[in-house]
């Protein structure tokens, strides 16, 4: 069984540029969430993707936006990059549709934006 | 306002010395309630699931109970390579799926 991955491991971007992170989910499971962890602090919930559409999203901006592919993996995209959004990016997959509720998270992508 | 509470923020032990981490929750109906291991630079390792007061579940020198209130993650007689951060999560009843989670308590523990 497959673990769930992301990649890139690590980002360097400038103010004002874009970045996309990307996630496969765990062998067998349809839903994908995507979490926000500042240092020091626990994940904060981004959005939710279950089979290929936004299943909720959580208290941040329209420039954060992600997409659900039929292979159940998934991309988070963020524009106009701000200091503030210098953190590690969580993924987590799991069994959606009331199925099961545990999430089981990837190792993560430290972005630092200068 | 759905809301998780940790403490203590930091606990050092000595090995064998065991303890109780707490996680405290204000939630609109609980669908679950969820503790990860996060070691430094990683995402959160999952532990545990609880649905119910009363339940309890348990791993090695964990165990995990639950009330209508709080949480408690017991640990029995640590070793170093326990010295990491917990995080405590809930999912509220109706929630898209979201997980809460509290800041975690770092944990120390010394040979």
């Known amino acids: 069984e497959t673990g769930v991955t992301q990649s890139p491991t690590h980002l360097i971007k400038t103010r004002g540029q874009q970045v996309t992170l990307r996630c496969s989910s765990q062998s067998g499971h349809n839903t994908v969430s995507w979490y926000q962890q500042a240092l020091g602090q626990g994940p904060q919930f981004i959005f939710q993707?279950?089979?290929?559409?936004?299943?909720g999203r959580g208290n941040f901006p329209p420039r954060f936006s992600g997409l659900q592919f039929p292979n159940y993996s998934s991309e988070l995209n963020v524009n106009a990059l701000e200091l503030d959004d210098s953190a590690l990016y969580l993924c987590a997959s799991s069994l959606g549709g009331g199925v099961s509720y545990e999430q089981y998270f990837g190792p993560g992508t430290r972005l630092t934006v200068t | 306002e759905d809301q998780v509470t940790q403490s203590p923020e930091a606990l050092r032990l000595q090995e064998g010395e065991s303890s109780s981490l707490n996680c405290s929750y204000t939630v609109s109906g609980l669908r679950g309630l969820f503790w990860y291991r996060q070691d430094p630079g990683k995402g959160p390792e999952f532990l545990f699931t609880l649905y119910s007061a009363g339940e309890e579940k348990e791993k090695e020198r964990l165990k995990a109970t639950l009330t209508k209130k709080e949480s408690f993650l017991h640990i029995t007689a640590p070793k170093p390579e326990d010295s990491a951060t917990y995080l405590c999560a809930v999912q509220p009843g109706g929630s898209q799926g979201n997980l809460i989670f509290g800041k975690g308590t770092k944990l120390s523990v010394k040979p």
């Open positions: 993707y279950y089979r290929e559409e936004e299943n």
